[in-house]
């Protein structure tokens, strides 16, 4: 969730792709009753730039995160009478949306990953520039740290994760050097993690990709959150309740996220038919329409605004069948 409220909302952030993306939702939304699931409301740029696009829609902003769900309260004040927020994982949106008593909606929005005032926040842990505690909880309330895994993950598990979720090269070397520093002292400071990082890969290979550290941090942050694990859990949950006529989109920034949104996506876009079937039943028929060609990704001009937009893939759809 790669969050920032525009300058007009007096919070020094800037929407990735805002236009884009309101423009995508906007049109499923302009009728009475019509529901749109900001499901990682963030600090609730996106959220506010929509109610503003469709005035006849009620909003439900879900997080994870309660601090980010105070600040987008505020954001959200001049439309208070129609948004509704929620402290929850965004898997759970079918259970958060029956105790409300919404069968079905419009509109979802996922923007996926870590947020801006998450990475801002010092405390938190998220940003390897910064020396800080190895947190990384998006729910502050969660049991597991990142320090937690780091001393007390075998080197065989810390290999996976670094191996899969920041498709870390040297993971194998970062996990041995890691537990063989915990010996000495347990990890507590992102900064140490760094240094071990930037010690632990070749200088060759330290040249080029900006920080060598940021797929490590990026790995232990979706191991805490279990962000890949949600992820796969939510796509389905949300095309349940999707209505016909309803849009999703999604906005993922890193190849992980990508690649399980288009697969949970296929098989709505392009349903396994036999070859040589004279008639296509209805079953067999697509339910799903692609918005967009692919996925969209930002321009340089969005970049040199946002640099945080640089990574970011859309796909978006329309149900079009039950």
Known sequence: MTDHPSDSEGLGHVPVLLD??????????????AVIVDATLGLGGHAAAVLRAAPECHLVGIDRDTEAIERARATLSAWRERVTLVHAVYDEMPQVLADL?????????????????????????????????LDMRMNPAGSVTAADILNGYSVAQLTRVLREYGEERYARRIAQMIVKQ?????????????????????????????????????????????????LKRAIPAALEVLAVGGR??????????????????????????????????DYLQPWLKDLVRGSITADADEVAVNRRAASVRVRAVERIAA
């Open 248 to 281: 999703l989109v999604v906005m993922s920034y890193q190849s992980l996220e990508d690649r399980i949104v288009k697969q949970a996506l296929q098989p709505g876009l392009h349903p396994d038919v036999p070859v040589g079937l004279p008639i296509v039943p």
């Open 101 to 133: 008593g919404i069968s079905d909606v419009q509109g979802i929005l996922f923007d996926l990953g870590v947020s801006s005032m998450q990475l801002d926040r010092t405390d938190r842990g998220f940003s390897y520039s910064q020396d800080a505690p």
């Open 20 to 33: 884009r993306v309101v423009g995508l939702l906007a049109p499923a939304l302009m009728h009475p009753g």
């Open 182 to 230: 915990r010996e000495e002292a347990p990890w507590s400071r992102s900064g140490r993690l760094v240094e071990l990082v930037r010690d632990a890969i070749p200088a060759p290979a330290r040249r080029t990709g900006g920080n060598p550290a940021k797929r490590t941090f990026q790995a232990l942050r979706i191991e805490v959150n279990d962000e890949l694990g949600v």
